[in-house]
């Protein structure tokens, strides 16, 4: 039983256009998420993240957005370049649990940025 | 180091065989995570220890399976008698406290079972 989704294995765009990475969750005690970042033979890379008390977090380029009540958030990459071609993970936690047990990933997907 | 190590990067073994992968996390981070991703797969959640306790064991995926980790510091994940299901990147991250917020991971082992 998935409890974060990411349903879009692979998302094709083209340079300069806007990203939109989405991912759903289903535990509703899940109120810290955050997105990693993976190129081919690195660990992921944390890139953003946003607790449930906020329903926005900006930074740069990249903007991630909660839909608490749809137990959703996405990632928009604007503009994307070519060098964020790479596989997004979503990953969710219990803040106010502690978080003892590590955080909860979605299968990814892979962003690829055309020229 | 300045980020966390994983030795091997790579590893062949024949099935059947017991392998030791190795996590050296960042110096003072007391929380440490092992993940692993299969092919088309999400990172699955193993094992976590706090310092040099494992409050949590539940993601192992087999009793053929077990860590440890001595000094609050290095950590070994040990699979024994390898199966081609176990072939997967081993991924560990570290992070300064418990709670998955600041994690950093390592490269990963790729472990191939042939």
């Known amino acids: 039983d998935q409890q974060v989704k990411q349903n879009s294995p692979s998302l094709s765009v083209q340079e300069g256009r806007i990203s939109i990475l989405n991912c759903d969750y289903t535990n509703s005690m899940f109120d810290y998420f955050l997105w990693y970042k993976k190129y081919p033979a690195e660990g992921p890379t944390f890139l953003i993240s946003?607790?449930?008390?906020?329903d926005k977090n900006e930074d740069g380029r990249f903007t991630v957005f909660l839909n608490k009540s749809a137990k959703h958030l996405s990632l928009h990459i604007v503009p994307s370049q070519p060098g964020d071609s790479a596989v997004y993970f979503c990953?969710?936690?219990?803040?106010?649990?502690?978080?003892?047990?590590?955080?909860?990933f979605g299968k990814g997907t892979h962003l690829i940025i055309q020229p | 180091g300045a980020g966390v190590s994983q030795s091997p990067s790579n590893k062949v073994t024949e099935k059947g065989k017991d392998v030791e992968l190795r996590c050296d996390p960042i110096?003072?981070?007391?929380?440490l995570y092992w993940y692993r991703q299969s092919l088309g797969q999400g990172l699955e959640f193993l094992i976590y220890f706090q310092g040099n306790s494992a409050p949590d064991k539940s993601g192992l995926p087999s009793d053929r399976f077990s860590a440890e980790r001595t000094g609050g510091s290095v950590s070994t994940l040990t699979i024994q008698r390898t199966q081609q299901e176990d072939s997967a990147v081993y991924l560990c991250a570290s992070s300064p406290t418990s709670g998955g917020y600041g994690y950093t991971f390592g490269s990963g082992t790729r472990l191939t079972v042939v």
């Open positions: 946003i607790s449930s008390i906020k």
């Open positions: 990953a969710a936690n219990t803040y106010s649990g502690g978080g003892a047990d590590g955080l909860t």
């Open positions: 110096s003072g981070h007391t929380a």
